[in-house]
């Protein structure tokens, strides 16, 4: 079956089936440049100076290179500050995330219990709530108990946000490790509790970083409640947002991209969980 | 699995599950409270002094001028044996239907300038009156904002989710196709799943600016002489396209993500047999692939509209939250406290209230119908 011996017909399907395959590689890399030209551009604002920010028309490579904008918008009054802020609140949100999590996603996956199914039916709704909203009520209590504009008490409300995304994410990755390895090691004497920590915990360990990363990132994102929760302790999107229409160009480019930066990062780490994690939301 | 009667994964969720009680369920019975409830203060009066249990005699709203005909003077004593005075005024003042009202009431209620001889003073305090109002509502409702609020939250939502979910099954299939460096357009698919709402916005705002990217292409290639003003308060038309671009450039990873997995959990025996008896794609699409993403698709679809519902960052950014609103912006602005803002948060919640309702009823059409398919395709 070598090309030579194909007759008209089947060089012709080849043909066709040639060009069909091209023009799927054309409309992957047009899908990738409609993602990615956006980002480059902002990125080339960015890295401009003060005359290319205000100058017209844009080029698309910024000339010279420069780190002016860049520098503007890090030195800007309070920028720094919401930056930690926002470190802090998505750290915080991580940690009590995955802490509340883990339990809870371990029970899901492992157990057969009155209660489990309207226990993953529940944590499903809440996922499909629109929390953010929460948001209105949760700062007239946190006045009322002293804590509002707490860096704190944002990430109290975002691991409401981002905890039934973790509880299925987390129940997944453990339903994927068999239960077998368990018994085994329970069969060689180690409590629960050690066969967790030795034999279950290695194995799970990359899906709940990944689980992990992508709760830091929701937080790191999250706007609508930061601003409603906090007056001085800003988190950045809350910062950025409120000073938006006072500040000037440079601020704004430079802030849409240095907030899109974690993004770049952390999708590249964990893009090989992306579909183990919504996988089991969709069933 | 273990199946025996067992404490441990009760115990196990019961962290997640009182968490969720706290920070989800208490915020959202209380934001309900808050957009159907008066909250103001409200003076109470009594029929004899230093008695706060004693017979009501009338009602004050705050701010209320009264006269004061008699007054008494109390000693509190104090835990160091000290002793304090204070004050039980006899006012009469107008109540809220103009009926002049008399009755005991103490000091800390009144702005009285000298307890022991001023004759005037100002309600300042009283007891908190929570009554179920419809007030809130028709506040939101009377609004001259909130009509525009609404619908082009839903034209938004209506131009918006088709869209994103033909190019979200489109970069599925694509993805689904085993091309060569596949995993780096994965990770290109999925970059906008990382981008926040508020970066979109601005990295979109560039794009429209009167001297943006848009505005130098165009120039560049000749089509315009000098930029045109995309995004001004009479170019609505505009902004709405940047907003709708900015959503699908942001938000349309996420559709694809579930696309992608529900592609995944197809048989390739389907696919196959599809294409051995000569099915093209746009055959296997419409009779293999889509009844088979159904689930994937409506849980897609379900959660699309919901955070369309609360669009907020992107518009703001674009718009500047003036010139286009939508429902979680006049969210916001109601709840806000500072100058600019309405430091309502009982308005708020009503806004907060209608967001939840809405997710809610689009939820159930959703399932509903899906669940009349079934039931059709069954018999």
Partial sequence: MTPRTLDPVQRRALRRQKMRRASVYALAILIALWILLPIWLIASQAFSNQEDIYGFPKTVVPTPVSTETMDFFLNYQGILQATRNSVVVAVLTLVLSTLLAMPAGYAISRYIFPGRAAFRLSI????????????????VTFIQWGMFDQVYS???????LTLPTTVLV????FASIPVELEEAARVFGASPFQAFIRVVMPLVLPGVAAAAIFTFVMSWNEVFAATLLTIRNRTLPALILYTLNKSPLEFQYAGGFFMLVPSLVFIFFIRRYLFNMWGQITK | MKKRRNLAPYLLILPSFLYLAVFFAWPMLRSLQLAFQRDEKILVLRASPNDENADETGRLEMNTTVTISEREKYDEVLPN???RPYYWFNVSGADVNGNTVTGWTERKNLDVKSAASSEEARVRNGDPVKEWTLANIKRMVNDGRFSEALTTTLLLMVIILPIQFVLAIIMALVLQSQLKFNSIFLYIYAIPLGISDLAAGLVWEAMFKQNGFLNSFLVKIGVIDKPYIFLSADNKKWMITAIVLAEIWRATSIVMVIVVSGLQAIPRDYM????????????????????????????????????????FAVVVAISGGRVLTVLAYETYRWYDPSDTGFNNPNVASAYAGLIMLLSLIISIVYLRAVRAQEEAAQE
């Fill in chain 1, 154 to 160: 944002v990430a109290l409300m975002h691991t409401a």
């Fill in chain 1, 170 to 173: 987390v129940s997944s990755v």
């Fill in chain 2, 272 to 311: 196959e047999a599809g294409e051995i008896f000569g099915a093209n794609l746009w055959q296997r699409l419409r009779h293999i692939i889509l009844p088979l993403l159904k689930p994937s698709l409506q849980v897609a679809l379900i959660l699309r509209t919901i955070l369309a519902f609360q669009v």
């Fill in chain 1, 124 to 139: 499903l709704a809440v996922r499909a709530f629109p929390i953010v909203i929460l948001a209105v009520p949760l700062a």
């Fill in chain 2, 81 to 83: 044996g000290r002793t």
